[in-house]
């Protein structure tokens, strides 16, 4: 797979900068579009005003629904799909200024960050019709006090890299609302069920079971961030669940919230 440098000003959209490391970027893209594998010489925070987009790096599969957003390393090959029609704002960080300001190792790799409101207002401001220097440093350093401390790995998928255990896991990737039993996957690609059990422990940090849930949840996730009108009765029934408190239990294991609390309708 090649994964080619991507210069910001080959970007399409509305370009801003502050002038000393800072560029930040608004674009549409239409649901179905895909950002091949590419990677930036800056640093970048990918935020979907609205909208829903899948990021995927070699660590893993990244949902991102509007109330997420994710950080990317400089340098980091990196895949986009957009899920649902977003508004895309992107800050881009110069590895100069991330080491001036004193950001440090916690930024060296990729995460998923829970968008809080104060953090969502701030990006919307960078953007607005008030593009005046002074303003939009303050923003800036406010927008990554706030994204020091709003780490959330509810929506991500880690995908393994040993190749048995991959071909098990796109198969389950390719439906997770299906029943996967082990056993079946196993034979599937090659191995026993006992390797390929010790090899998504080792693989992922998650057993197989759980990373079967954690796929199935993102699914979920996915389905409600694309249609709000969906009940959670309904998409229990089609995620495959006996019933909506068993569906709600298996999503507060994953995310700390019921399906209601984490769509906000509480």
Request: aromatic content about 6%; proline content about 5%; glycine content about 6%.
């Amino acid at each position: 797979m090649n994964i080619l440098e991507k210069p910001i000003a080959a970007i399409e959209g509305i370009h801003r900068t502050t002038g000393d490391g800072v560029h930040m970027v608004a674009r549409h893209a239409a649901k179905g579009t895909r950002l091949a594998p590419h990677m930036h010489r800056e640093s970048q925070l990918v935020y979907a005003a609205t909208g829903t987009m899948q990021v995927t790096t070699p660590k893993g599969r990244w949902l991102v629904p509007p109330d997420r957003a994710v950080w990317v390393p400089a340098r980091l090959g990196h895949a986009i799909d957009v899920l649902a029609d977003i508004e895309m704002r992107t800050l881009y960080f110069d590895l100069a200024w991330l080491k001036r300001e004193g950001h440090g190792r916690k930024l060296a790799s990729e995460f998923v960050v829970r968008v809080s409101p104060l953090l969502h207002q701030t990006i919307l401001a960078l953007f607005d019709d008030r593009n005046e220097p002074a303003r939009t440093a303050l923003l800036v350093r406010l927008a990554m006090l706030e994204l020091e401390r709003a780490e959330d790995s509810a929506t991500f998928i880690p995908v393994p890299q040993e190749p048995r255990c991959r071909r098990a896991a796109d198969i389950v990737l390719g439906d997770p609302t299906a029943d996967h039993e082990i056993e079946t996957l196993a034979r599937a690609v090659g191995t026993s069920a006992r390797t390929l059990s010790r090899l998504f422990a080792a693989e992922t940090q998650l057993s197989f079971k759980s990373w079967c849930q954690r796929a199935r949840i993102a699914a979920a996730i996915q389905r409600m961030s694309v249609d709000a009108s969906l009940s959670v009765k309904q998409l229990a029934s089609d995620l495959g669940y006996a019933s909506v408190p068993a569906f709600s239990h298996a999503f507060r294991q994953v995310t700390g919230k019921t399906p209601t609390e984490f769509a906000g309708k509480e």
